[in-house]
């Protein structure tokens, strides 16, 4: 059964601290990694991460993607307490028709 | 760009009732799709068009769930009857493709249903 496994399932921080969260995945017919942050609304997307070495980031946050290990980090810098979410990651494939296979998220709380 | 649009926001129902949800897309985003999110989990798939035909359904429990996307547009996610477990925010989402690649899936604000 395909499953996306996200760790830790929480994270209490305070304003500055660096963050790492983990997603590892065993999906069928692997496309890409997306990940996601949702606030009390909709998620809105981060990355996508189809190359396995190549980090991408956006300001503070930054993602890479380990094909062998079936695994990806999401790196939080200089955290601030509107980073307050939880993170989601998905999985594109999967032995049906291609969709997302999301993890349960990591609830990242950012205290000042 | 105008997101994608969901209503109502929120709704309460008590169980053995009937639900319906709308969906709007992305303007010129030919793949949609339904997910359901239960507290404290991630989203779940239940189903996904490509314009106006099914591409997977395959975790939408029918017997009670049914969607519609009759001109490649908007969709239609109804629940009848419901039940307590139905309980969840429902995600409507959109991309240009069903590859995802450099194409990933934009989602709407979702409808909370609160059945009781």
């Known amino acids: 059964e395909d499953k996306v496994v996200q760790s830790p399932l929480s994270l209490v921080v305070h304003e500055g601290d660096t963050v790492t969260l983990n997603c590892s995945y065993e999906?069928?017919?692997?496309?890409?990694l997306l990940w996601y942050k949702q606030e009390k609304k909709a998620p809105t997307f981060l990355f996508m991460l189809?190359?396995?070495?190549i980090e991408k980031k956006s300001g503070r946050l930054s993602s890479i993607l380990d094909k062998k290990e079936l695994s990806s980090i999401l790196n939080i810098t200089a955290t601030q307490t509107g980073d307050s979410a939880i993170y989601l990651c998905a999985v594109e494939g999967g032995s049906g028709p291609l969709g997302l296979i999301f993890g349960k998220g990591t609830k990242l709380s950012v205290k000042p | 760009e105008a997101g994608v649009a969901q209503s109502p926001r929120y709704k309460i129902i008590e169980k053995r009732q009937s639900v319906a949800f709308w969906c709007n897309p992305i303007s010129g985003h030919a793949t949609l799709y339904w997910y359901q999110q239960i507290l404290g989990q991630g989203p779940k798939l239940l189903i996904q068009f490509q314009n106006n035909g099914v591409v997977d359904d395959s975790q939408l429990p029918k017997d009670r769930f049914s969607a519609e996307r009759l001109k490649g547009v908007d969709s239609t996610l109804k629940i009848q009857p419901a039940k307590l477990e139905d309980s969840a925010v429902y995600l409507c989402?959109?991309?240009?493709?069903?590859?995802?690649?450099?194409?990933?899936?934009?989602f709407g604000n979702g409808t909370r249903l609160t059945v009781t």
């Open positions: 189809t190359s396995s070495g």
């Open positions: 999906v069928t017919n692997f496309r890409s």
């Open positions: 989402a959109s991309s240009l493709d069903t590859r995802g690649y450099n194409s990933p899936l934009h």
